[in-house]
């Protein structure tokens, strides 16, 4: 096995209890149609290492049977090249080829070795049939590379001529480690997806979350799996399912999973629907509520303000402010990260303090992403197994 994915475990540290952990994700929703033969290779940054990496493969919103015939995983060296000897191909019950039924997932076999932490590893993947709807993540904020036939088992790219800003049918990865070692999953709309952070160099609020919790001795969660689809809701359905709908794919189905962070709701506000801070609340409780009920503690964030965009009126922000003072005194959730406060302007509470505003009043530069990731506390992702502290 390469040194690129890292030896085995020792025998020892074999012989020490060992659980699944997600360590990366790109939640799933309708993008475009599938193109036969048409090869992918996708660059996942990992936020905690381990072995026997598993990958999910998903055509969670196709129409028909989808067939992927090469599927490969490896490090990335630069752009779509990658380490000499790092190319490993993953089969599916032991089998090379998978097809996945309308609206499934499958998991690979394990990869032998070890796949380092906060790394880039490249996933390669080929179908010969895809057609209809396909699955993927729109906004990745990562560039990927896109080919015609089946180049999955080059390691050089000079193949990958053609680049995408989404990512396609891949929407996590899995490692098995230590079983005190845990994951936080970030809920959230296109703040939490990374939008306006910088392309390609992992500073999204998720990203930066991560960088910390690997250093801090405050607690055992290291995997962080971000979980924002753009101008997602809480209660509606959009472009993609709402955080009501899509709770248990998106985030209760990732193993590992001890804490799930709550940051929704401004896209319900500002839309011209009427959504009150009643029926917000009422939401919040019911994702709390599955949260709880599968074992795993909840962390509400405060919404962000967004005063500056044509949305905002002062209807809406009553809502928020209403909805904010829910987050951090209604007893509700285990803990709460209060982001609001974290990049707010002290002299004009209801905007973003123009360091941190991207300049829509509602996204954020790397350094407002940095100002939220800080504003979570590493203890308050530790969680009793009955959901509760």
């Known amino acids: 096995m390469a040194a690129l994915l890292g030896p085995v475990p020792s025998q020892a540290r074999a012989a020490e209890p060992r659980h699944d952990v997600v360590t990366w994700t790109a939640s799933a929703f309708r993008l475009g149609t599938g193109v036969p033969d048409r090869a992918y290779r996708l660059v996942v940054h990992t936020s905690v290492g381990g072995d026997r990496a ?10 028909r049977p989808l067939t992927f015939d090469s599927v490969y995983a490896g490090v990335r060296r630069q752009g779509a090249e990658l380490v000499p000897g790092s190319n490993r191909r993953l089969t599916f019950d032991g089998r090379p080829t998978v097809t996945i039924p309308p609206g499934e997932v499958v998991l690979s076999d394990p990869l032998p070795g070890r796949v380092r932490g906060r790394t880039d590893l490249v996933v390669s993947l080929h179908s010969p049939d895809a057609a209809g709807p396909a699955t993927g993540h729109r906004l990745a904020m990562q560039t990927s590379y896109l080919t015609q036939g089946d180049h999955t088992a080059d390691e050089s790219g000079d193949a990958w001529t053609t680049t995408t800003a989404s990512s396609f049918y891949l929407d996590a990865v ?64 959009g472009g993609a399912p709402s955080a009501l709908n899509r709770l248990d794919r998106d985030v209760l189905s990732h193993p590992g999973v ?76 285990d803990a709460v990260a209060d982001f609001d406060r974290a990049v707010r302007d002290p002299g004009d509470p209801e905007r973003i ?30 969680c009793a197994r009955d959901g509760r502290r």
């Not at 990203?207 to 509606?236: C, E, F, H, M, Y």
């Open 174 to 237: 899995t490692v098995r480690t230590s079983a005190r070692t845990g994951a936080v999953v970030a809920l959230g709309d296109s703040i939490t997806d990374g939008w306006a952070s910088t392309t390609d160099l992992n500073r999204r609020w998720p990203d930066q979350l991560a960088d910390r919790l690997r250093r801090s001795p405050r607690t055992t969660v290291r995997g962080v799996a971000n979980a924002g689809i753009s101008a997602n809701k809480v209660l509606a359905d």
């Open 54 to 63: 598993r990958l999910r493969l998903t055509n969670a919103f196709g129409d």
């Open 258 to 333: 001890r804490t799930v962070l709550v940051f929704e709701g401004v896209n319900d506000i500002k839309a011209p629907t009427g959504v009150t801070a009643a029926d917000l609340i009422d939401g919040y409780q019911e994702i709390v509520d599955r949260v709880h009920a599968a074992g795993h503690c909840v962390v509400g964030v405060t919404i962000a303000p967004y005063k500056g965009r044509p949305e905002w009126n002062a209807k809406a922000e009553a809502v928020r402010q209403d909805v904010n003072a829910f987050i951090r005194a209604g007893g509700a959730f």
């Open 353 to 382: 303090l123009p360091a941190y505003d991207n300049g829509d009043h509602l996204h954020f530069t790397d350094e407002g992403m940095r100002a939220m990731a800080d504003a979570v506390d590493p203890e308050d992702l530790e």
